[in-house]
């Protein structure tokens, strides 16, 4: 036995060696290989692109997006104020005297908050009634359908 | 300084007596170390509600609108001073506020709910307020034993 240890050894040995020098022989077969494909693929698509006008442009702006609406008092740079009474009621039902809601008028957030606060000082500086609307307003042309709005309401 | 607004009710009187009541307010402006930038008259209306004030009933005032320039802490007194003139029927103060551009943001609020940001952060809040549900670990995906 103890004759024989020194052969296994020996033999472990080599074994080890030869499985470095594999190790090392992949290492160095892997490395170029890949570094040489990204930089041929990089030219390849640069060449594409000059050669080839019809290739598919990348940066481009989605052509099917709709337009963005806007709100009427938006869309046509209305500017409400309190002093224009005839305007304000017309976000007033003329049955109730009540502000329409941002479902019926379907105003952006800003200007309805911006209609509801320009009502209140006008109805506090006593240029516009509550819950009344000027009867000489009273057949002005609807700006919105009360009828149909966009969510349903309890009224 | 600040420019302020003020929708003024004069109550029915004759023509000097309504130019003696102008030229009284605008005095008291320019006491307060104010300037008037501009004076509209808006005539002669019915009230669109019945006002009560210095013990009469008004029915029909002169509307004039004031715009002027008065530092902030003066206001408390020319509120305090309209008050107490006989001849108003009523007055307010209120601030003329700056042209600020505001992008509209309709487009966003009539998308489905599910799009809608302020939906989704609601969303979010509600899955936060949910109590941590006790796991089996079983690795089954229903339970395993008689209930």
Redesign the interface.
Known sequence: MSALMPAISKTGNILKSFMNLRASLQVARVRPFTSSIKENSSRYDDLKKESDPDMPLEDIKNPFEKE????IL??HNI?VD??NVRLLSQFVSRYTGRIYG?HIT??????QERVEKEIW?A????????Y?R?LAYANDPQLFNPDQP?RPHRF | MITYEM?L?LRLMTRPELVSTLKRTAGIIFDQGGIIRRLDS?GTKD???R?SSHGAVHRR?S?F?IEFVVPPSSIKILKDEFERDIDV??S?I?KVEE?TP??????E??LPPAYRKDVQEMVELAKKKFKPKFKNNTGLSYYPFQK
């Open positions: 963005k609406i806007k709100c938006c869309e500017r309190y002093k941002r379907r105003l952006c957030k800003a200007q000082k109805q506090q500086a006593g240029l516009m009634g509550g009344t000027d966009i | 929708p009710l808006l009230l669109p509600y006002i005032a509307q609108i029927v009523r307010r209120y042209l505001v992008e509209c943001t309709l487009h609020e009539i």
